[in-house]
């Protein structure tokens, strides 16, 4: 069976640090591979998402990036993490051409400090 | 531009009370439509989902949902809440299979 794991689950960082979550998929290949953003009282804010290998599409504009190094590995990064970066930043992937939705990972609790 | 609309930020009901939770969109075509649940601290899981066919889509946790394409809705219903159902539910709409936008969530209170 086809699970995702994503970490860490909580991290608390200064103002100015580097970040790298990391996210992997296993059980399944070619998956398309999303990043999302839960900030206190919002909704769900699709940051990335990739349909391969090194193919990262962005849909907000920030300080934060992705890489997909492999199939099943998908990174957020930042070089410098701001206040406003504080969040809860979920992973999901789904099965590409298939309309199965998405299977989240537990998400990551990130405080800028 | 796509939008997702969950009118309502909270809502509390009672126990064995009846729930819906609404959920709008829009677009020109029929989106995908989906429904998740979020408890605290965790990821969301899938309750049910709509691509075409049945307009009444069952799912899990004995909850259903309804597309009504005149109105651009899918609002997830439950004849009788249970505590266990507190938590928060997020719409959620796709247009292909590469990309799913999510309304901004209902938290539902379940009163003893």
């Known amino acids: 069976s086809q699970t995702i794991h994503q970490w860490p689950a909580t991290l608390v960082q200064p103002v100015g640090s580097p970040l790298s979550l990391e996210c992997t998929v296993e059980g399944t290949s070619n998956p398309n591979l999303y990043w999302y953003r839960q900030a206190a009282g919002r909704g769900l804010q699709l940051l990335f998402y990739?349909?391969?290998?090194?193919?990262i599409s962005s849909e907000v504009p920030q300080n934060l990036s992705a890489s997909r190094p492999q199939d099943r590995q998908f990174i957020l990064s930042s070089k410098k993490l701001l206040l406003s970066d504080s969040g809860f930043y979920l992973c999901?992937?789904?099965?590409?051409?298939?309309?199965?939705?998405?299977?989240f990972g537990s998400g990551t609790r990130l405080t800028v400090v | 531009a796509q939008s997702v609309t969950q009118p309502d930020i909270h809502i509390t009901v009672s126990e064995g009370a009846s729930l819906e939770l609404r959920c709008n969109y829009s677009y020109g075509a029929t989106p995908y439509l989906f429904w998740y649940v979020q408890s605290p601290g965790q990821g969301l899981q899938l309750l049910l989902k709509?691509?075409?066919?049945?307009?009444l889509v069952q799912g899990i946790k004995g909850f259903e949902a309804e597309f009504k394409r005149s109105q651009s809705s899918f609002n997830l219903r439950k004849p009788s809440v249970h505590w266990s159902d507190a938590a928060e539910y997020f719409c959620?709409?796709?247009?292909?299979?590469?990309?799913?936008?999510f309304g901004s969530g209902t938290k539902l209170n379940v009163k003893p």
């Open positions: 959620a709409v796709g247009y292909n299979f590469n990309k799913f936008y």
């Open positions: 999901a992937w789904s099965s590409p051409g298939q309309g199965h939705g998405y299977t």
């Open positions: 709509y691509f075409s066919g049945d307009t």
């Open positions: 990739s349909v391969g290998i090194g193919q």
